[in-house]
Nanobody, 120 residues
Framework: QVQLVESGGGSVQAGGSLRLSCQAS????????YGWYRQAPEQQREGVAV????????HYADSVKGRFTISRDNDKNMVYLQMDGLKPEDTAVYYC?????????????WGQGTQVTVGS
């Protein structure tokens, strides 16, 4: 099992910045990929950014490219999402995700979420 705890959400004005943190614990050695997802009211959960644990490759949703940066601190088992140039449409609950895959087997783990609110 893997446990994920997010922190760092809050309220900012448009153009501001926030940094989300995700503390991972448990059997993290199996994890292939960490990611940040978000869900706005009455919207489906969507992927924001992911980072692969084998080589640190990161991928971003088009809507956040150039504004958000995902990173990892392996020693501390932390995953971060630096969010700059925030827009009102970034308002959502942000969830940390950890995923392992081995052939047809796999599992996803989720944090409890942290609210980000961007005022116009």
């Amino acid at each position: 099992q893997v446990q994920l705890v997010e922190s760092g959400g809050g309220s900012v004005q448009a153009g501001g910045s926030l940094r989300l943190s995700c503390q991972a614990s448990g059997k993290t050695f199996n994890i292939n990929k960490y990611g940040w997802y978000r869900q706005a009211p009455e919207q489906q959960r969507e992927g924001v950014a992911v980072i692969f644990t084998n080589d640190g490759t990161a991928h971003y949703a088009d809507s956040v490219k150039g504004r958000f940066t995902i990173s990892r601190d392996n020693d501390k088992n932390m995953v971060y999402l630096q969010m700059d140039g925030l827009k009102p449409e970034d308002t959502a609950v942000y969830y940390c995700n950890a995923q392992w895959r081995a052939g047809v087997l796999g599992e996803d783990y989720w944090g409890q979420g942290t609210q980000v609110t961007v005022g116009s």
